[in-house]
């Protein structure tokens, strides 16, 4: 039932944004912006010391390993790859589902508890359009460019611990990651963000639409929000990565 109600929603949602106009309920700019701001600049001090993190993270790990094979010269090229294809559009998205996708949950299940969703619907204006339509958007939008954030901010975060232990400098890093990251590293990154907005957008919606019960029913289905969302967000990300790579 949940997943049909999640296609419908997306299906509904291209509706209002393509079709809105000429229904004259245009979707407008104005929620979208503000969702943007709160979707991606909220998120950016989290993202920026996450990203950071891991990245030295996997320059301590890649150069440790590859010691025991005396290729630890290699560890550029390991962990480039590892930020820009997995953890920074993995960790960006789990981040935001977290912190966003909750709040998303949160705020449409008072809504339903208020009887507001309902008002709109009397008033002939559509839930999904107001509400949904505004932050699909904004999060289609903001999530690929955090996650292009996460990969500079974690690639030279990296680069700060492994050009001093290669005995390199900073600058002959940065050409290493140039020439090793390709364009498609890149776009499959942001195509995995990409799915993952979509799916951050739908389940927070699908939990907040289905509050009952008060406050208590507001807490539990927030937490099943975030839950639900880092579990598709995992699952996704490995069937994509199954498929592309094969």
Same mark, same amino acid.
């Given at each position: 039932?949940?997943?049909?109600?999640?296609?419908?929603?997306?299906?509904?949602?291209?509706?209002?944004?393509?079709m809105g106009?000429?229904?004259?309920?245009? &979707?407008?700019? +104005?929620? /979208?912006?503000?969702?943007?701001?709160?979707? *991606? #600049?909220?998120? @950016?001090?989290?993202?920026? &010391?996450?990203? +950071?993190? /891991?990245?030295?993270?996997?320059?301590?790990? *890649? #150069?440790?390993? @590859?010691?025991?094979?005396?290729?630890?010269?290699?560890?550029?090229?390991?962990?480039?790859?590892?930020?820009?294809?997995?953890?920074?559009?993995?960790i960006t998205g789990i981040l935001v589902a977290g912190r966003s996708g909750s709040a998303l949950a949160a705020r449409l299940g008072i809504m339903r508890i208020n009887q507001e969703i309902d008002a709109l619907t009397v008033m002939g204006i559509s839930p999904v359009r107001f509400l949904v339509v505004p932050?699909?958007?904004?999060?289609?939008?903001?999530l690929p460019c955090l996650t292009l954030w996460a990969d500079l901010v974690g690639l030279f975060a990296a680069g700060l611990y492994i050009a001093p232990q290669l005995g390199s400098s900073l600058g002959a890093y940065g050409n290493d990651v140039i020439e090793l990251v390709k364009l498609n590293d890149m776009l499959h990154g942001l195509a995995k963000s990409g799915i993952f907005a979509v799916l951050i957008t739908v389940v927070g919606v699908?939990?907040?639409?289905?509050?009952?019960g008060g406050a208590e029913g507001v807490g539990r289905m927030t937490t099943r929000s975030v839950v639900h969302a880092i579990s598709a967000i995992v699952i996704t990300d490995m069937v994509f990565v199954f498929m592309v790579t094969r």
């Open positions: 039932m949940e997943f049909g109600f999640a296609a419908s929603l997306v299906g509904e949602s291209l509706f209002w944004l393509v106009g000429k229904r004259r309920q245009p &979707v407008r700019l +104005g929620p /979208i912006v503000e969702q943007a701001m709160e979707i *991606g #600049i909220g998120a @950016l001090p989290i993202v920026t &010391v996450l990203s +950071g993190t /891991i990245g030295i993270m996997l320059a301590i790990q *890649g #150069i440790y390993s @590859l010691k025991l094979f005396g290729a630890e010269s290699r560890v550029t090229l390991g962990v480039a790859m590892s930020t820009v294809r997995e953890f920074a559009p993995l932050a699909l958007v904004a999060m289609l939008v903001m699908v939990n907040g639409a289905s509050v009952t």
